[in-house]
């Protein structure tokens, strides 16, 4: 399998090759986010590709959002975005599994999938990690298998509830019924938190 790692994520943002990309914020995850009262909410991204929903967030208030992501063009290109803005994420050139910090929510978008799924027990472990107690994961996850080799990787809601739960409590995990319609009936949305 190829390796997943910051040279192969950078020549699909140098080759503008990201057929994953909504080309907006997702409507699932606005609407949780809109539900948010606290605009200073310490908020991160893993692995964030063009980050609609971080445009989302400063358009509607939100103060604290960091952005991680592997490839070193993509982040330039959100630094350099950004930089005019008088309140703007941090973005990051990190490997997620290399993250620190403490954060009230994390938001997954697009970027679990991206995982090599050996990983996905780490995931859930480095998650946690980096929630504050009582803090919370919130997002999507693909509801489906793919028939070719990934990325994306798919799974199913019965995996994921015995994934996340092996580290923190599952609020929530159903069909998602907001999903872009291209993905619509493919997706779950989840909340779980940091006890």
Not at 95 to 118: N, R, V
Request: net charge negative.
């Amino acid at each position: 399998m190829t390796e997943l790692n910051g040279a192969y994520w950078n020549q699909h943002f140098a080759d503008n090759h990201t057929p994953w990309d909504l080309g907006q914020a997702s409507p699932a995850i606005c609407g949780y986010l809109s539900q948010l009262t606290d605009k200073h909410t310490r908020i991160l991204i893993p692995g964030c590709g063009n980050a609609h929903e971080a445009g989302w967030m400063l358009e509607h208030g939100f103060t604290d959002i960091t952005l991680v992501d592997i490839s070193a063009i993509l982040v330039k290109k959100l630094q350099d975005a950004y930089a005019p803005l008088p309140v703007r994420p941090t973005v990051v050139c990190s490997d997620f599994f290399q993250s620190s910090g403490q954060f009230d929510l994390i938001i997954e978008q697009t970027f679990f999938c991206a995982l090599d799924p050996a990983l996905r027990k780490q995931y859930v472990a480095h998650v946690s990690g980096l929630l504050k107690p009582g803090g919370k994961i919130a997002g999507l996850l693909f509801n489906r298998d793919f028939p070719q080799a990934g990325p994306p990787f798919g799974g199913s809601i019965q995996e994921y509830r015995q994934l996340f739960s092996s580290h923190l409590r599952i609020l929530t995990m159903e069909p998602c019924y907001n999903s872009v319609q291209p993905r619509a009936g493919t997706e779950c949305f989840f909340i779980a938190q940091k006890q």
